[in-house]
């Protein structure tokens, strides 16, 4: 997967007047700087070699369908008029630098759009850390009350439920198309800014290829169009003919007319998911970073026949199936059948590629995968298993409370994108500089691990002088190597020792009396108005431990 730039990421923003999330996730493939390792999953889109018969049979369906009509333009906001809904959404994220409390309620407004089964459909981050959701059909001066039934951050798409019988009167669903072709038009529907009535701008497809993902920070496939689609379009349907082509979601920073819809395919394993599991199941990825080999060189130095092309592998993440199967230096040669170019590319529709990994997209979780490699000179043939894979660093979290342990005045928190995000849009360059590398490049070495920081100090007579130490990960607890924050809680919690001993990063380390300091614990929280001395998840956790000992 070809990673994108700093400078490119931040052009890219979600269609709602919410502020946009992480640009990063540790997990897939990357074809240049091992930066950025997004995942992919599972279409519906049917990969072939294209023949000059086929190419032909292409063009003309293409131009068949690229003949589109001022008609065309009316049918669509016909469809629209009884299908496409506003949303209103209020929501409150948390403070991650003081993960108790949450930051002020605020309200957004999105588009969304009805589809078989009485569900709607919209962008995930129109409904983000949501607490209350409305919708109103085109035409009613009547709000009605919405679930959100599921939610796909990495996709950037939700489905709402609406209880009222009322709402569903009059209401028409809107079928699925296809991906269309180069320069055909589609009609993008929706409640954008500037108005209160339902707006239809007409564009034409000008490129169809793996995006970077703003919401989601995962890079998947997306249709770019030449229609404006501006805050509060998120969630509204692109239409072409009378069917949809594509939910728009976001658009290019500093470009005019350039915007983004999320393709039928990655809708379809979006809802395919949800339908046979009843939840949202993510998207496999094979947890490598490979390296392309357009250098004749590197080709030879792998011993790599004229014939042959493929990527190099130049890491594996430990917890996918590919770590016990793969090595380092193999040259991937192929996946299930299909040969793969030296620039990690592989034939899509007429004459156009696209990067290799949108193959692994086509599989769903626990589906194996052929891959043919170069190992020493010589080919083999592997079965790999495809999961979604976590990264060591969460890239986003949305939709749930961050953890948090406090133990002496001392605020431990598991390393997360979000947290950084707190030093402000320019998080990158002002955020810990040894925090942000290893959030956006080490990998976990085992499930549930997390990289847990000395978030702050609330000054007290008992961590005086240990202010200075925040912001650093903390490494062992008497003498134990910590696995995550749940872990941390537990080693302090029941410590049995007269004296704690936290070791952190740079060789730096607290000692504690330990019943002076869970004395004083008490004292801070109260002083600092906080309700409990960690999260509800871990207090959970501490309560199951306790009712398994008491039996």
């Given at each position: 997967?070809?990673?994108?730039?700093?400078?490119?990421?931040?052009?890219?923003?979600?269609?709602?007047?919410?502020?946009?999330?992480?640009?990063?996730?540790?997990?897939?493939?990357?074809?240049?700087?091992?930066?950025?390792?997004?995942?992919?999953?599972?279409?519906?889109?049917?990969?072939?070699?294209?023949?000059?018969?086929?190419?032909?049979?292409?063009?003309?369906?293409?131009?068949?369908?690229?003949?589109?009509?001022?008609?065309?333009?009316?049918?669509?906001?016909?469809?629209?008029?009884?299908?496409?809904?506003?949303?209103?959404?209020?929501?409150?994220?948390?403070?991650?630098?003081?993960?108790?409390?949450?930051?002020?309620?605020?309200?957004?407004?999105?588009?969304?759009?009805?589809?078989?089964?009485?569900?709607?459909?919209?962008?995930?981050?129109?409904?983000?850390?949501?607490?209350?959701?409305?919708?109103?059909?085109?035409?009613?001066?009547?709000?009605?009350?919405?679930?959100?039934?599921?939610?796909?951050?990495?996709?950037?798409?939700?489905?709402?439920?609406?209880?009222?019988?009322?709402?569903?009167?009059?209401?028409?669903?809107?079928?699925?198309?296809?991906?269309?072709?180069?320069?055909?038009?589609?009609?993008?529907?929706?409640?954008?800014?500037?108005?209160?009535?339902?707006?239809?701008?007409?564009?034409?497809?000008?490129?169809?290829?793996?995006?970077?993902?703003?919401?989601?920070?995962?890079?998947?496939?997306?249709?770019?169009?030449?229609?404006?689609?501006?805050?509060?379009?998120?969630?509204?349907?692109?239409?072409?003919?009378?069917?949809?082509?594509?939910?728009?979601?976001?658009?290019?920073?500093?470009?005019?007319?350039?915007?983004?819809?999320?393709?039928?395919?990655?809708?379809?394993?979006?809802?395919?998911?949800?339908?046979?599991?009843?939840?949202?199941?993510?998207?496999?990825?094979?947890?490598?970073?490979?390296?392309?080999?357009?250098?004749?060189?590197?080709?030879?130095?792998?011993?790599?026949?004229?014939?042959?092309?493929?990527?190099?592998?130049?890491?594996?993440?430990?917890?996918?199936?590919?770590?016990?199967?793969?090595?380092?230096?193999?040259?991937?040669?192929?996946?299930?059948?299909?040969?793969?170019?030296?620039?990690?590319?592989?034939?899509?529709?007429?004459?156009?590629?696209?990067?290799?990994?949108?193959?692994?997209?086509?599989?769903?979780?626990?589906?194996?995968?052929?891959?043919?490699?170069?190992?020493?000179?010589?080919?083999?043939?592997?079965?790999?298993?495809?999961?979604?894979?976590?990264?060591?660093?969460?890239?986003?979290?949305?939709?749930?409370?961050?953890?948090?342990?406090?133990?002496?005045?001392?605020?431990?928190?598991?390393?997360?994108?979000?947290?950084?995000?707190?030093?402000?849009?320019?998080?990158?360059?002002?955020?810990?500089?040894?925090?942000?590398?290893?959030?956006?490049?080490?990998?976990?070495?085992?499930?549930?691990?997390?990289?847990?920081?000395?978030?702050?100090?609330?000054?007290?007579?008992?961590?005086?002088?240990?202010?200075?130490?925040?912001?650093?990960?903390v490494k062992k607890v008497n003498g134990i190597e910590i696995k995550n924050l749940k872990h941390l809680c537990q080693l302090v919690e029941n410590c049995s020792r007269e004296s704690l001993r936290i070791d952190l990063d740079d060789d730096?380390?607290?000692?504690?009396?330990?019943?002076?300091?869970?004395?004083?614990?008490?004292?801070?929280?109260?002083?600092?108005?906080?309700?409990?001395?960690?999260?509800?998840?871990?207090?959970?956790?501490?309560?199951?431990?306790l009712m398994d000992s008491a039996e």
């Amino acid at each position: 997967m070809l990673s994108c730039s700093i400078r490119t990421l931040r052009r890219l923003k979600c269609c709602c007047n919410k502020r946009w999330s992480s640009l990063f996730l540790a997990k897939g493939y990357c074809f240049s700087k091992p930066k950025v390792v997004p995942s992919f999953c599972n279409t519906d889109i049917k990969f072939s070699r294209f023949y000059v018969g086929e190419r032909q049979s292409s063009l003309r369906q293409w131009r068949r369908r690229s003949l589109y009509t001022v008609t065309d333009t009316y049918e669509a906001i016909e469809l629209a008029l009884d299908s496409v809904v506003k949303i209103f959404t209020v929501s409150s994220s948390p403070n991650y630098f003081l993960p108790w409390q949450n930051k002020s309620q605020r309200e957004t407004m999105g588009s969304g759009f009805v589809i078989p089964g009485k569900k709607i459909l919209t962008n995930a981050h129109v409904v983000a850390d949501h607490t209350f959701v409305l919708v109103r059909k085109h035409g009613s001066p009547t709000k009605y009350r919405a679930e959100v039934q599921a939610v796909g951050h990495e996709c950037d798409l939700a489905i709402l439920v609406v209880e009222s019988p009322e709402f569903w009167e009059g209401m028409n669903f809107l079928e699925l198309g296809d991906i269309p072709f180069l320069q055909e038009a589609v009609a993008v529907v929706g409640y954008p800014q500037g108005g209160d009535n339902i707006s239809v701008t007409k564009g034409v497809v000008s490129r169809v290829e793996p995006t970077q993902y703003v919401h989601g920070a995962t890079q998947l496939m997306a249709i770019q169009i030449d229609a404006a689609i501006n805050p509060g379009n998120s969630g509204g349907p692109a239409i072409m003919g009378n069917k949809v082509a594509g939910v728009a979601f976001q658009n290019l920073s500093g470009a005019e007319n350039i915007g983004y819809i999320i393709p039928v395919p990655v809708i379809k394993h979006f809802i395919a998911g949800i339908e046979e599991s009843g939840k949202y199941m993510g998207f496999c990825s094979m947890g490598l970073s490979c390296q392309p080999t357009e250098n004749v060189q590197l080709r030879n130095h792998f011993k790599m026949q004229p014939h042959m092309t493929g990527v190099l592998v130049s890491k594996i993440n430990p917890l996918s199936d590919a770590y016990g199967v793969l090595k380092k230096d193999d040259v991937i040669l192929e996946f299930d059948g299909v040969p793969i170019a030296n620039d990690g590319t592989v034939p899509f529709r007429n004459r156009e590629r696209i990067t290799f990994d949108h193959l692994v997209s086509m599989k769903k979780p626990n589906e194996t995968a052929l891959v043919k490699v170069l190992r020493n000179g010589e080919e083999h043939a592997f079965t790999i298993t495809l999961q979604p894979l976590q990264p060591l660093v969460p890239v986003h979290q949305f939709d749930k409370l961050p953890s948090y342990y406090i133990f002496a005045g001392l605020v431990f928190v598991p390393l997360t994108q979000p947290y950084l995000h707190e030093y402000g849009e320019d998080w990158y360059n002002t955020s810990p500089r040894r925090l942000c590398e290893r959030a956006l490049r080490e990998l976990p070495k085992r499930a549930g691990e997390q990289l847990v920081i000395l978030s702050q100090v609330l000054m007290d007579d008992i961590n005086a002088g240990y202010e200075r130490l925040a912001e650093l990960q903390v490494k062992k607890v008497n003498g134990i190597e910590i696995k995550n924050l749940k872990h941390l809680c537990q080693l302090v919690e029941n410590c049995s020792r007269e004296s704690l001993r936290i070791d952190l990063d740079d060789d730096r380390l607290v000692a504690l009396n330990y019943e002076s300091a869970r004395i004083a614990t008490s004292r801070i929280l109260e002083r600092h108005r906080i309700p409990s001395r960690m999260s509800v998840d871990l207090l959970s956790e501490q309560n199951s431990l306790l009712m398994d000992s008491a039996e």
